[in-house]
C-alpha cells in the first residue's frame, strides 16, 4: 500500500490560490466569520422598552367562588348514594370565573374574563397580562370579581401610583394581604 | 462537532467555576473577568462564541442537506432523527443565558416563561415564577442548569441516533480548518470579550441589551409580532421540516444486488459503503468461515461504490459476460466493460481518452475532442481501478477520473475512495506499474465542467507528446 505521497497519478484539484494569496484568503474568510459572529452576537442594541415607560403587569392566579351555594341533601337522597359518599351537603364543583378590570387615569386598559381550569372547571382561573404605560404619576383602579353569585361584591382598589422609567408595577390578588396587592 | 467539543469542554470548566445559586451566579461569572492573563475572558468568550458557531454550522447543514435532497430515500432516517436536534440546540443555548442571572438571563428567562405560557398547557403561569426576586430561589435555578446541562447531553444521545447508519462519519473537520476556526474564536473573545449586564433586578424592565441575535432572536420577534405569531413559526416551520421527506420525490435509485457465486467474502463493500447498508453473513454455500455480503435495501442508495469495491469487478476476467460479487442492475459492471471495450474499438481517434465521471458531478458529456470517450457513473466510486489499467491496455491513450470534490460528494465518500484507490492507499487499488502519467485524476463537481475540460487538454497535450508502446504490460 502507497503513502499519499507515492500517488501514480496525476492529480487536479479546482484550482486554489497558493503562497501569500491563499494565506490572505484564508485571512479574510475568518476575518469575515469573526467580525459576523463579533457583531451580531452583541449588536444592534435592543430596548425592550421606550425609555419613558414603565410596566404594569397583572398577575393574578385564584380560585373563584363556587358558582351556586351548598344545599342540604334530603334523607331520600342520602339513601340513594353508597354508604361512604353520604355527604349531608351537596356543593356545586365548578367555580366562578375571574373578572379583571384595570383602569388608568379613568380610561379602561384591561378587561380579561378568565375561566377556570380543570375538566370540571374546580381549578384556579389564571391571568398574565403586561400593558406598557407612561412612566410617571397614574391613578390607577383595579376591580376583581370572582363570583357570579347574585349579590356576591367584588373586589377594588384603588391608588396613585408613580412609576419611575423601566419600573414594573405587579398587580397580585392576596386574600392575607387584604385582596388586591401592588407590588 | 468543533463546535459542540469546544462548549463542552469550556461548558465543563466554567460549571466548575460556577456558583449554582441566585446570589452567586452573577458574582462567579463577574468573577470570571478578574482571572490573570484574560483567561477568564476567553473561556467565557469561546463558550459563547462556540454556541455562535454552532448555531450557524447547524443553519448551514439542515439547508445544505435540504439543497442536494438528502431528506429522502434511505437518508430520510437521518433527516428525521436530526429534525429534533435543532430545538435541543436553541433551547441550550438560550437556556445558557439563564445562568448569568443578568439582565439579559431575566429578560430571556422571563420571555420564554411568556412565550410558553402561551400554549395551553399549565393552569399557572411560568411567567409568575419572575414576579419579584423572592420568586426566584435556588430551586428554579436548578432547572435553569438541568435546561443548559440536561439537554445538551439529550442532544448527544440524540446524535448517536442521528449518525446511525452511516459509516465513516468525520467526527471534526479537516485539522486546518479546525485549528484556523479555534484561533479565530479565541481571538474574537479576548478582542470582543463576552460582559455581564448588570444584575437582574425583576422590578424593573432592561432599558438596552446587547442581545445575541443569533441564538436569542425569538425574543425580540415575539415581542414585535405576538407569541402566537411565532409559536406558529416554529412549529409550522418545524412541521415542514418532518414533512419534506414524505413529499412526492423521484422513484429510488435501483439498489445493489450480490451475487453469491461471485462474493468471496472479502469485506470491501462492507467497508466502504457509506450509509452501512452491507452487513455480512456466513456465507450459505460455501465452506465454514467464508462470509457473504448482504444488502439492505432500506439504506442502500444506489451508489454503486460497493462495485467498485469488488475485486470481482476487474474487467481483466476471461468471461464472456462479467458477473461481479456486487452490482447496480441500473448500469452493471459487465454493461460498462461492453461499452468501453466498443468505444475503443469505435474511436477513430490514433489517441482516444477515455473519461470516467459522475453522473452527479461534472457533465462529462460536456467534454468536447473526436478522441474523447465519455462514461457517466452513479458515482466515480463505482469505478473499479482495474478498469483504468483495463482501457489504457485496451487502446485508450490516457484516462480521466472526475470524481466530485471531496465533502462535495453526493454519496459522501466515493470521491475519496476513488481517489485514495487511484494512489494505490485502499484496496482495490491500481496496480502499480501503471503509467501514471496517462492518468489524470480531477475533482470536479456539478457545474465544474471547465476544470474537467482543462484535464482532459493537459492529459492530451501530454499523451500527443508521450511514445505509447501498443501493450504495456
Known amino acids: 500500500m502507497k503513502t499519499k505521497d507515492e500517488s501514480i497519478v496525476s492529480k487536479k484539484r479546482p484550482t486554489a490560490p497558493t503562497g501569500a494569496g491563499r494565506w ?104 398574565y397580562e403586561r400593558v406598557i404605560v407612561p412612566a410617571g404619576e397614574q391613578k390607577l383602579a383595579v376591580r376583581l370579581n370572582d363570583d357570579i353569585r347574585p349579590g356576591a361584591t367584588a373586589h377594588e382598589r384603588e391608588a396613585t401610583v408613580k412609576l419611575a422609567p423601566g419600573q414594573v408595577l405587579v398587580i397580585d390578588f392576596d386574600a392575607t394581604q387584604g385582596g388586591i396587592i401592588f407590588q | 462537532m468543533l463546535a459542540f467539543a469546544t462548549l463542552a469542554a469550556s461548558g465543563v470548566v466554567l460549571f466548575a467555576l460556577f456558583d449554582t445559586s441566585v446570589d452567586g451566579a452573577y458574582r ?40 442536494h435532497g438528502h431528506e429522502r430515500g434511505a437518508r430520510r432516517f437521518h433527516w428525521l432523527t436530526g429534525v429534533p436536534l435543532v430545538t435541543f440546540i436553541f433551547a441550550s443555548a438560550i437556556g445558557g443565558f439563564w445562568l448569568i442571572w443578568d439582565q439579559l438571563a431575566q429578560y430571556s428567562a422571563l420571555s420564554t416563561a411568556e412565550w410558553l405560557d402561551a400554549l395551553p398547557l399549565l393552569s399557572t403561569p411560568l411567567a409568575r415564577n419572575f414576579l419579584s426576586p423572592a420568586s426566584v430561589g435556588d430551586r428554579l435555578f436548578s432547572l435553569f442548569v438541568f435546561v443548559h446541562v440536561g439537554v445538551p447531553l439529550l442532544l448527544l444521545f440524540g446524535l448517536w441516533f442521528h449518525i446511525q447508519r452511516l459509516a465513516h462519519v468525520p467526527m471534526a473537520p479537516p485539522r486546518p480548518l479546525m485549528l484556523g476556526l479555534l484561533a479565530t474564536l479565541a481571538l474574537l473573545a479576548l478582542l470582543r470579550p463576552v460582559n455581564s449586564h448588570a444584575p437582574a433586578a425583576l422590578d424593573h424592565v432592561p432599558q438596552a441589551l446587547h442581545l445575541d441575535w443569533l441564538l436569542l432572536w425569538l425574543h425580540p420577534l415575539t415581542d414585535a409580532t405576538s407569541s402566537a405569531f411565532t409559536w406558529t413559526l416554529v412549529l409550522g416551520g418545524m412541521l415542514l421540516l418532518f414533512l419534506l421527506p414524505f413529499l412526492p420525490q423521484p422513484r429510488r435509485a435501483a439498489t445493489a444486488v450480490v451475487d453469491p457465486d461471485n462474493c468471496n467474502g472479502c469485506k470491501r463493500c462492507f467497508v466502504d459503503c457509506p450509509y452501512a447498508a452491507v452487513t455480512m453473513v456466513p456465507h450459505p454455500n460455501q465452506r465454514v468461515g467464508r462470509q457473504l455480503a448482504v444488502v439492505d435495501p432500506d439504506l442502500c442508495v444506489g451508489c454503486g461504490i460497493c462495485a467498485g469495491a469488488c475485486p470481482s469487478s476487474t474487467p481483466f476476467r476471461s468471461t464472456e459476460c462479467l458477473v461481479t460479487g456486487i452490482d447496480m442492475p441500473q448500469l452493471p459492471i459487465d454493461a460498462l466493460r461492453k461499452r468501453l471495450r466498443q468505444g475503443i474499438s469505435a474511436s477513430g481517434s490514433e489517441r482516444p481518452l477515455v473519461v470516467f465521471g459522475c453522473d452527479h458531478g461534472a457533465a462529462v458529456n460536456s467534454v468536447q475532442g473526436e478522441d474523447v470517450i465519455a462514461f457517466g457513473l452513479l458515482c466515480a466510486g463505482q469505478l473499479p481501478p482495474s478498469f483504468v489499467e483495463y482501457a489504457l491496455r485496451d487502446g485508450a491513450a490516457g484516462v480521466v477520473v472526475a470524481p466530485c470534490a471531496d465533502g462535495g460528494c453526493e454519496f459522501r465518500l466515493g470521491a475519496r475512495w476513488t481517489a485514495e484507490r487511484l494512489a494505490g492507499m485502499r484496496e482495490p487499488h491500481l496496480r502499480a506499474h501503471v503509467p501514471g502519467e496517462r492518468i489524470e485524476l480531477v475533482h470536479a463537481g456539478p457545474g465544474q465542467e471547465t476544470l474537467l475540460a482543462s484535464s482532459v487538454k493537459t492529459l492530451r497535450q501530454r499523451v500527443q507528446s508521450m511514445t505509447i508502446e501498443a501493450d504495456e504490460d
Not at chain 2, 482571572?35 to 454552532?54: E, K, M, N, S, T
Request: charged share 20%.
Open chain 1, 24 to 127: 490572505a484568503g484564508q485571512l479574510v474568510l475568518y476575518g469575515l466569520f469573526a467580525v459576523f459572529v463579533g457583531t451580531f452576537s452583541q449588536w444592534p442594541l435592543y430596548h425592550p422598552m421606550g425609555p419613558d415607560q414603565a410596566q404594569i403587569k397583572v398577575s393574578i392566579s385564584r380560585v373563584g367562588q363556587p358558582v351556586g351555594e351548598c344545599r342540604k341533601r334530603t334523607p331520600e337522597e342520602l339513601a340513594k348514594l353508597p354508604p361512604n359518599m353520604r355527604a349531608p351537603m351537596e356543593c356545586p364543583r365548578e367555580r366562578s370565573p375571574l373578572t379583571v378590570e384595570v383602569d388608568l387615569n379613568d380610561q379602561n386598559i384591561l378587561k380579561r374574563v378568565v375561566a377556570p381550569t380543570g375538566l370540571s372547571k374546580d381549578g384556579a382561573s389564571s391571568i
Open chain 2, 28 to 67: 462567579s461569572i463577574e468573577g470570571l473577568a478578574r482571572v490573570p492573563l484574560g483567561l477568564g475572558r476567553l473561556l467565557r468568550g469561546l463558550h459563547r462564541y462556540a454556541a455562535d458557531l454552532l448555531m450557524l454550522v447547524l443553519l448551514l447543514h439542515v439547508a445544505r442537506e435540504w439543497l
